[in-house]
């Protein structure tokens, strides 16, 4: 394990599943996420904001089998999300993606996907450098001093999503289930995709 592979580990929280159960069950055959997973099998990191999801569904987490089938939230992505394998995501629902050629975040509200490191000792040291801007670190932490320890599954959604100009002021900000948070920005991302700048759309919370 490298370094900042094992500083991550280090200051991340206790695993949500017990790590015996990794190599069988992680669907995903990349050997230093495989070790990763050996060594902590689904955890949180700075606060809460970072949630690497394990490899089964627990009260704290989705597994990450769940959550990468098509009909829990990809669906309502309509092909944007289809060829993601996401195995983390940030305090926003942003998704952290593997993939051969490294680690992407996908934006739940455009359905952009961008790389962000070549691997996951790249994505460790970015996350331990920056990890205000790669986990939304500083809004969760506020966030949870204002109103408690965010639930289990839940992430924080904008009522105005950023992409449209919402802010990250926690009045505009609420606590909503992971799936419920990615099928409502799906069905943003699906009416903003490829359109001009100025465009019309509508957005409300599905309930």
Known sequence: MTEPLTKLLEI???PFCPSAMADRRSGYSWPVWQKLLSQKNGFF???SALRVFPTETIELS???GEWNGPSLWKDDYCGLADNLYCFAEDAFGGQFCI???GVSRF???SGALKQVADDLDGWASRLLSDCDGMT???TAHAW???NGSLPPRCRLMPKQPFVVGGTSELANLVAIDSVRLMKNMGNLARQIHDLPDG???KFEILH
Do not use: H, K, L, N
């Open 62 to 64: 989705w597994g990450i």
């Open 199 to 201: 465009s019309q759309i």
């Open 107 to 109: 934006d739940p509200e």
């Open 99 to 101: 993939s051969e050629t």
């Open 12 to 14: 991340a929280s206790v």
């Open 45 to 47: 990191a700075f606060e």
């Open 136 to 138: 939304g670190y500083g």
């Open 144 to 146: 949870q001093a204002a």
